[in-house]
């Protein structure tokens, strides 16, 4: 079973938060330390138009929230997510894996109603 941390966004219910995993904290703080990020930034998570299936995860670090963004926080982590990425992404799931079918990290998205083969878009 893996261990999940759900994170509050102010005027939704707790199905539509979006949940992190002990292992995707993890790795985000071990890429901050390999980095050299300092640990006052926040990792960005986003959605953009493209990819096979219409839609894109984005994953970044930024040094602060930028005005309309939800801000979360995870085990000491900030986690920032713009209104209109938002709206996508309630209720999803950020994992992180590293078997042998692949490393990186994991959106299990409800919302998503088709994905394309890689796994890195996602339609609506």
Known sequence: MVETISTGIIGTDAADDIKVTLKAVSEIQKIKAQNNIPTTYGLRVGVKGGGCSGLSYTLGFDAESRENDAILEVQ??????????????????????????????????PNSTKTCGCGSSFGV
């Open 76 to 109: 000491g982590q900030q986690v920032f997510v713009d209104k209109k990425s938002l709206f996508y992404l309630m209720g999803v799931e950020l994992d992180f894996t590293d078997g042998l079918n692949g490393r990186g990290f994991i959106f299990n998205n």
